[in-house]
């Protein structure tokens, strides 16, 4: 792990994948196949891209039964206990409608609405996370959408992973499709026979998933597109080097492109964490990974001041930021950007990613500057409510029609107008 | 306006303007131009677009107040009662970060900051609305955004039209500069020597604008791309027929891609308000506009039951609603999906373009089933709070482990063990 300067974090900046001009036209392909053969072209290229000829796209309730016998029972329980933490969590986060009477009679107001249906998209393989799954619908059901669906690709043998299954059953989710990549954007937004669309689309993929759902968006909703995870430790000389190397670690292990910076006032915490990174990253059975995303992403900057330190992170606005400082809280109230505030000593990043309660679906590749977590403010939208009186509008009318007239809108002002004999 | 059938509402959808390939293409390289070259790419597609050659893009102090000199006295006490209301109402959305502290000691919560910089493009000629300016600004202020900066373009005379420079100095924006188009977004996004770059871009403007909007999204926010105006109205017998088709024909005025529907439960309504669009559109000004809306995107759907005519309404999901209804509160109740919603015979739509409180941009074209009208959060972004205790981590350190291990990430596992010897 190298030792930077602050004006080389430039150098640990990594985008979001746009793909190749070639990957863009094949996405949108898909999409427009999806869109005039619905299912068809959904099971053809399932069985293109997931060698596999699918007869039936929905997960039968048998094959949700039989991925929760064969789940360890204690498993299930901690899958539980932390289905009730990010369930409580978020429902705190839940906002009212509300209502302002006026005295002259008149009503302003802003009503809360779920959204009707949401697709979750979980991708496949080694990244097919129970978690994933919790932290998608999770918010979403809190917010109270009626029809939550959720598509995840098929492997070579027609089944999707059982901790995916286990994970919906337990949250009460029953429509399950065997689709993954572009084709299950497109069906999620523009709906095939055996799948009706929905109106919003979260969840991480590849490359192709992230180009459909940016193609998609504005037909329908989308969460953000996610880069490689990051993590930023903002430390003082109280923080132990062994933890501090091995929460770097954490998300080093993700990707060979995920970034890990230690933020630091002490040159000795520096060198000491140096050295623990190379002692723990060794026998890491993702070793390669790791260490390919600590040689290229990986990064300490030290600091002569805790003020200046803050400023650092506050530039990185990383995904994950852990305050191991004396005043964790003090430090963390200076902090403007960053998706997910680990404090002191105890919060070790993986605590969030499972457990805790708060989401796991953060802002990436600095987009903490003006994204959040995923919330169940994604899951809702609002309606303004205007509910004007005779007397306001007695009272107002004349300056809104002459306000009308000099952005030069006539219609606009004899609207208001056509009520004077309402008021006469 | 044509008395259409429910299944026949698929014939007034409006998409939104995707552009052409060679608008796409020409976009592109505006952006990636003004990366480059910074003032000098923006001075020179000025001198294009805007046909005027300027040394100096910014509005310089004497310009905003020569403007504020050159307005009636009169409107500005309109314009300043206008900036109350809507500040009022904006104020009203403001949230609370919060915290939940458990009995183990741990901390969760979530931290609410303002985004530092946003970018309002208030889009020139005509469109040159004050009422843009108050509605963009508003609630980046209400957030508490510390820095605003507005751009628009100027016109040959290498002026930008009064009224914005006066809604600009009325709600203390002095970062004003003379730019439109595609090149003021890409400025916005990634800076010049004279511009310094956003966090989030807002505002409507042409089909080049939401092309760059859309280009320039991941590196920075950017609020919904707007599509035509619309106008529902949910209206039973109770309703008059001059006041439903005036409230129509101020939609229609806007735009020829505009779209008015009248639902209703009255057949003698709806032969009525027939009558008074021809009547009323007669001498209107923009009559060529709004004729040419109310004939291609303006209908009238009549239902059995007002339920029926509810779904109907929900599934239009327009950018206005009005319910000229006997219990509009009821019925508003039963509403899932419209931007803003009037109630009764008193709010006429315009009431809300200017004058109420609540904001005027609002989603357009069904996205109101998924989108919310512009507002205080969308000036501000969460980060999650986690702070666990040493009782926390004891409890809870083995079961996250675990969790981490059957997703296959052992250094997650590790990160929490590390922490073992603490609470030995």
Not at 119 to 145: D, E, H, K, L, R
């Amino acid at each position: 792990m190298k030792i930077i300067q602050k004006h080389e974090l430039n150098s640990l900046k990594r985008s979001v994948d746009q793909g190749t001009e070639e990957q863009r036209e094949a996405v949108k392909k898909i999409i427009h196949d999806v869109k005039q053969r619905g299912d068809a072209a959904v099971q053809s290229y399932t069985k293109q891209f997931d060698r596999v000829d699918l007869e039936e796209l929905r997960v039968s309730e048998d094959e949700m039964d039989a991925a929760y016998e064969s789940i360890d029972g204690e498993f299930i329980e901690i899958l539980q206990e932390a289905e009730q933490n990010i369930r409580r969590f978020h429902e705190r986060q839940r906002t009212n409608s509300w209502f302002e009477p006026a005295a002259d009679g008149s009503i302003l107001g802003q009503k809360i609405t779920a959204i009707d249906a949401a697709g979750i998209y979980v991708p496949g393989g080694t990244a097919a996370y129970p978690s994933s799954v919790f932290m998608n619908v999770i918010p979403a059901q809190v917010a109270g959408v009626e029809r939550i669906v959720m598509t995840t690709p098929p492997g070579k043998d027609g089944n999707v992973p059982e901790g995916v299954l286990v994970a919906a059953k337990l949250l009460g989710v029953h429509e399950v499709y065997k689709v993954g990549g572009a084709q299950a954007i497109a069906a999620l937004a523009y709906g095939t026979e055996s799948l009706q669309p929905v109106d919003k689309i979260t969840g991480p993929g590849n490359v192709f998933v992230a180009l459909a759902k940016r193609e998609v968006f504005g037909d329908v909703d989308i969460d953000m597109i996610a880069g490689p995870s990051e993590i930023a430790v903002l430390a003082d000389d109280s923080a132990k080097a062994n933890e501090v190397a091995a929460d770097l670690l954490s998300q080093a292990e993700h990707d060979a492109r995920s970034s890990s910076v230690l933020v630091t006032t002490s040159r000795e915490l520096a060198e000491k964490v140096e050295e623990q990174i190379e002692t723990q990253l060794k026998d890491l059975p993702r070793y390669e990974i790791a260490r390919a995303s600590i040689d290229d992403y990986g990064a300490i900057i030290i600091c002569e001041e805790m003020d200046e330190a803050i400023a650092v992170i506050n530039e990185i606005a990383a995904e994950h930021l852990e305050i191991m400082t004396k005043d964790p809280f003090g430090d963390m109230a200076k902090v403007k950007h960053a998706g997910a505030i680990f404090l002191g000593p105890y919060s070790s990043e993986p605590v969030g990613d499972y457990f805790a309660g708060p989401n796991h679906v953060l802002p990436t590749s600095g987009t903490a500057r003006f994204s959040s977590p995923l919330s169940v403010d994604d899951f809702t939208k609002k309606s303004s409510i205007i509910s004007y009186s005779e007397q306001a509008l007695k009272s107002n009318g004349g300056k809104i029609s002459q306000f009308a007239r000099l952005e030069g809108l006539e219609a606009h002002a004899r609207a208001i107008e056509t009520r004077k004999e309402r008021w006469k």
